[in-house]
């Protein structure tokens, strides 16, 4: 039995590891809902405290919104009880974001997580009024800002964010996916709940002070990583750094090309359900396998052939 962890034993609102979902597909490429269902599952029994769906490891931009729905509808039935289930709902576009976020609530989503408008780069104005319409459109449920400025070009100054928190009650929460822990710090001064957006960035964001992260490494890793929040919950510094440091293979090898198509090569050894990825992404090449397939049997996760 699956329990949903008690928010009055973590201050992260949405649990402490939370796993950016690869979407499964079958192997035409098209949606594998029964698939995202066992996947979820699998997670949520393997250290993921919730789930972000339809994100950047989710092929976000190769999905329909039809795609979309079914797959958050699907997850939220099958795990909802037992984890925080966030929608990935943002784009370049105001308007279609705030027609998602609007369906995503209905569903019943827990939250949404909210990219940096990408392409268009707005100014800061136009960034706060994409990320206030938004809000109203989630029925009172909160929003993640995700800052990941190597994907949109542009980045969620500490300050912008600060005044998001003010002027934007539901913005409660930030992925951030940049190395500046002073920006970090910025942002938890703020007042803002900070998640690691980089599996790297878990251990330094947990050491200021941040509650957890928004994960691809969980997939795989999960039950390590969520030990690693509850090493520096305990205050044994010396122990969380020596199980990061045993970690980073798996984190490298995790990126050795374009995310997702490394995890879902991970998933698939593991005989999970994963399928392929979608145009423009091709799947993993032999030699991506190989670092990967390696690191994973040198963590003991994977039999050697």
């Known amino acids: 039995m699956i329990e949903r962890v008690s928010r009055s034993e973590s201050s992260a609102p949405f649990g402490r590891i939370v796993t950016a979902m690869v979407t499964p597909m079958h192997p035409d490429g098209s949606l594998d809902l029964a698939g995202a269902r066992n996947l979820a599952r699998h997670l949520v029994a393997h250290g993921s405290e919730g789930l972000v769906l339809a994100g950047t490891t989710g092929e976000a931009p190769t999905l329909t919104d039809d795609e979309k729905l079914a797959l958050f509808e699907a997850v939220l039935d099958e795990v909802g009880d037992a984890a925080s289930v966030v929608a990935s709902t943002g784009s370049y576009d105001t308007a279609h974001s705030v027609h998602m976020t609007r ?161 879902k090569a991970a998933v698939a050894m593991l005989g999970l359900p994963a399928g392929p990825v979608r145009l423009p992404l091709v799947d993993a090449d032999e030699t991506e396998r190989d670092v990967v397939r390696v690191a994973l049997e040198r963590r003991g996760l994977l039999v050697r052939a």
């Open 103 to 263: 369906e995503a609530a209905r569903i019943g989503v827990d939250a949404v997580l909210v990219v940096t408008p990408y392409y268009s780069k707005p100014p800061p104005e136009g960034i706060l009024r994409h990320f206030a319409a938004i809000a109203d459109a989630t029925g009172g449920r909160p929003v993640i800002a995700y800052n990941i400025p190597q994907r949109c070009v542009v980045n969620l100054e500490p300050e912008l964010l600060a005044r998001l928190a003010r002027e934007v009650p539901l913005v409660t929460s930030v992925k951030q996916a940049t190395t500046d822990l002073g920006e970090a710090q910025a942002l938890l001064d703020a007042g803002l709940v900070l998640y690691a957006g980089n599996d790297d960035l878990l251990l330094p964001f947990l050491e200021l002070g941040g509650v957890g992260g928004i994960c691809v490494a969980s997939h795989v890793i999960g039950r390590e990583l969520l030990q690693l929040c509850e090493l520096v919950a305990a205050g044994d510094l010396k122990a969380a750094r020596s199980l990061d440091a045993e970690l980073v293979p798996v984190l490298e090898a995790l990126a050795v090309t374009t995310n997702p198509i490394p995890v």
